[in-house]
């Protein structure tokens, strides 16, 4: 079946920018997870969704980031106000609800966002 | 702070022999760590878990070790094949289910043919 998509894959935009950038999750999938790699670094998480419940932000590094997702499906990472430091691979994740005694993230392939 | 450490940034390793990734953790909530491969271009494809309540897990050539006492856990790859070359990154979790993963920064793995 189809795996997480995301779109678009590469993006340059101009510092002060504001740009969106969207996560199709696998059909079912109740999590949804948002990541960003720097050059040079791990992942770091950023946000992550989970059916109805409150996001969890604890990771969005400041205020000029958000995201949302509707419908339990389809979500959007906003970043305003673009920085440089802002550029980074964002990777979004999704996963079924917990079953057995194995779980795992599947990543979508990534947005390369550049700010020149 | 970074809570899941991969100390080796590359490893080369002759094709057919074992290839072996570590990695360290900090914080003793963690109960479950995965292993991820990764492409360029790619997103991280998942490749082993292991739950807190085990110290090995086996699936085909890979197997993850945990040795709690030490936060120390690592994935053995034998034989090693040229298509394993990738960046490998482990990640944990603080509780078994659907949570955000805390990464490593990985480690490049090359297969020498």
């Known amino acids: 079946g189809a795996g997480v998509s995301q779109s678009p894959s590469n993006k340059v935009t101009e510092k002060g920018k504001d740009v969106e950038l969207r996560c199709d999750p696998i059909?079912?999938?109740?999590?949804l997870y948002w990541y960003r790699q720097s050059l040079g670094q791990g992942l770091e998480f950023l946000i992550y969704?989970?059916?109805?419940?409150?996001?969890?932000k604890s990771g969005l590094p400041s205020d000029r980031f958000s995201a949302e997702r509707t419908g339990g499906s389809v979500s959007t990472l906003t970043i305003q106000r673009t920085q440089q430091e802002d550029s980074a691979v964002y990777l979004c994740?999704?996963?079924?609800?917990?079953?057995?005694?194995?779980?795992?993230?599947?990543f979508g392939p990534g947005t390369r966002l550049t700010v020149t | 702070d970074q809570q899941v450490k991969q100390n080796s940034p590359s490893l080369s390793v002759q094709e057919g022999r074992i290839s072996i990734l570590n990695c360290d953790y900090t914080n003793s909530m963690f109960d479950y760590f995965l292993w991820y491969k990764k492409y360029p271009a790619e997103g991280p494809t998942f490749l082993i878990s292991?739950?807190?309540?085990?110290d090995k897990n086996e699936d085909g050539r890979f197997t993850v070790f945990l040795n709690k006492s030490a936060k120390h856990l690592s994935l053995h790859i034998v034989p090693s094949q040229p298509g394993d070359s990738a960046v490998y990154f482990c990640a944990a979790s603080v509780s078994f289910g659907n949570e955000k993963l805390t990464f490593g920064t990985g480690t490049r793995l090359t297969i020498i043919p």
């Open positions: 969704f989970q059916g109805n419940s409150a996001p969890d």
């Open positions: 059909s079912g999938h109740t999590a």
């Open positions: 994740a999704s996963s079924p609800p917990g079953t057995g005694d194995s779980y795992e993230q599947y």
């Open positions: 292991i739950s807190s309540i085990k």
